[in-house]
């Protein structure tokens, strides 16, 4: 198997001030071992931002914003470039959170520009997809995800290809408690690697990681890491607590 960097990312949503956001950040570094063999990746609110990444003292830690325009500059009130969250020392964003296509209006073709954007200025999108439970019950998850993927990376440099990390993210187990099992959630994942094999390369698809989201918790994640396929976590509501986000920090495989 390809040697991929297993990534844990917390993803806050609308929740910590900044004093919180920069007290979490201490405590995690504090309670936990620098790491050569996992990535830990901090998306706060953007207003907390720049705190986090002042309080960042460790190679392993890096910092994520939630999403992004596509555009550099401009009359978009309300909105922030990737210009911006570059300035602001991302190294990641988050782009098509089920919340931003299902809450807030997101196509595929936004998600598209948004993904072009983030690599433009030197940074990693974190791309999500998944289906809703309709779709997984009408039998069309991987019709659904497989389009969402395609339509996200076209016209994507080899190197871009490589670099961009992909979450599934069924949107049924997104804050429900109900999580995928670790076989429901390596069989999409599976799935995505080759069909993204088939779109790039299959190298390139060998060293792209693929999280899974939706309701990790403490008591799941070693199973879900355990996967072949599943290379780290998109984390929400567990990861605003430290000692539960810890726990999937440290999470531990018998995976090679
Ligand atoms: C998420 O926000 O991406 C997520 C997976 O949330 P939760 O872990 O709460 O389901």
Redesign the pocket.
């Known amino acids: 198997m390809e040697n991929r960097l297993p990534l844990i990312?917390a993803?806050w949503?609308m929740h910590k001030t900044i004093g919180e956001a920069v007290s979490f950040t201490e405590d995690l570094q504090k309670e936990t071992a620098p790491s050569v063999d996992r990535e830990v990746v901090i998306a706060p609110p953007f207003t907390a931002l720049d705190a986090v990444r002042r309080t960042i003292s460790r190679p392993d830690f890096k910092l994520a914003a939630q999403n992004c325009h596509c555009e550099e500059q401009g009359a978009f009130t309300g909105e922030i470039s990737a210009v911006m969250l570059k300035d602001a020392g991302c190294d990641y964003a988050?782009i098509g959170?089920?919340?931003r296509r299902h809450l807030f209006g997101e196509t595929d073709d936004m998600v598209h520009r948004k993904l072009v954007a983030v690599f433009r200025h030197g940074m990693v999108p974190i791309l999500?997809v998944g289906e809703t439970l309709e779709q997984r019950e009408d039998g069309s998850t991987f019709k659904v995800v497989d389009a969402q993927v395609q339509q996200a990376v076209l016209g994507l440099n080899p190197q871009e290809a490589r670099l961009l990390v992909i979450?599934y993210?069924p949107v049924w187990?997104?804050?429900?408690?109900k999580?995928a099992t670790p076989g429901q959630a390596q069989e999409v994942h599976a799935f995505i690697r080759e069909r993204y094999g088939a779109l790039c390369d299959k190298s390139v698809a060998n060293a792209t990681r693929i999280l899974y989201?939706?309701?990790?918790?403490p008591d799941n994640v070693d199973s879900l890491m355990d996967q072949p396929d599943i290379d780290g976590?998109?984390?929400?509501?567990?990861?605003l607590e430290v000692n539960s986000f810890k726990r999937i920090v440290q999470f531990k495989t018998t995976k090679k």
């Open positions: 990312a993803n949503k988050i959170h089920s919340e999500c979450a993210e187990a997104i804050g429900t408690g999580t989201g939706g309701s990790v918790k976590l998109l984390v929400g509501g567990a990861s």
